[in-house]
């Protein structure tokens, strides 16, 4: 009796399990680092994204109060 199915070698199914293996080791070690990775701010860090307000600027206004009519 057959032991192969005609298409795949026994060795080209144990390089294509090997394969399926590796690519699962890599994609669990890429999880684990992200997890203990802190996240990209960017090239500046958190520090680019600390700026002070402008001066004499409170919160933002609507120029035209909608509840009056204009005329």
């Known amino acids: ?3 192969s199915n005609g298409v795949f070698s026994p060795q080209e199914r144990k390089t294509a399990l090997w394969a399926l293996l ?10 684990v680092i992200q997890q203990w990775s802190q996240p990209s701010v960017g090239p500046g860090g958190i520090e ?3 700026t002070a307000p402008a ?16 005329g």
Do not use: F
């Open 1 to 3: 009796m057959r032991r």
């Open 22 to 31: 590796m690519a699962g080791l890599i994609a669990a070690m890429g999880m």
């Open 48 to 50: 680019a994204y600390m």
């Open 55 to 70: 001066p004499g600027v409170l919160d933002a206004q609507p120029v035209v109060d909608l509840g009056s009519p204009l």
